[in-house]
Structures are given as structure tokens and as C-alpha cells.
């Protein structure tokens, strides 16, 4: 991605926060399928760890907890 720093942790969090709304309520964006919804959610997982530990997600957070 690029951004300015300061913009560029921000923004990926929003795409996280995007992609891992949409797997827990497909009511968000009903015409985009949960598999890839997880698919992005956890790309991003592999590709920015740090952000994902302050904002307190895991891999598996796009699962309903029982």
C-alpha cells in the first residue's frame, strides 16, 4: 500500500475491519460470498501481524464464538 505513514496503519485497519464485518454479518455486503470474504480477511492476517495484535483480532475471529 502506499500511503504516508502516519495514514498508512489507519487505513489498513479499516480494510480489516471491513473484511472481518462482513464475515460476521453478511447482511453488510450480501452479494460478496463468505468464503472470500475470509479469504481477504486473512490475507491481510498474513500480511500486517501488527496491526492485528492492536486491534486485538486473530485468524480465527471470523468465527462465531460458541
Given at each position: ?14 480494510r ?7 464475515t460476521r454479518?453478511?447482511?453488510?455486503a450480501p452479494?460478496?460470498?463468505?468464503s472470500?470474504?475470509r ?7 498474513k500480511s ?6 492492536k486491534?486485538?483480532?486473530?485468524e ?7
Amino acid at each position: 500500500m502506499h500511503a504516508r505513514p502516519e495514514f498508512r496503519e489507519i487505513l489498513i485497519a479499516q480494510r480489516i475491519r471491513h473484511w472481518h464485518s462482513i464475515t460476521r454479518c453478511r447482511l453488510i455486503a450480501p452479494k460478496i460470498p463468505p468464503s472470500r470474504a475470509r479469504k481477504n480477511y486473512w490475507r491481510l492476517c498474513k500480511s500486517y501481524p501488527e496491526v492485528m495484535a492492536k486491534l486485538g483480532l486473530t485468524e480465527a475471529s471470523v468465527y462465531d464464538p460458541l
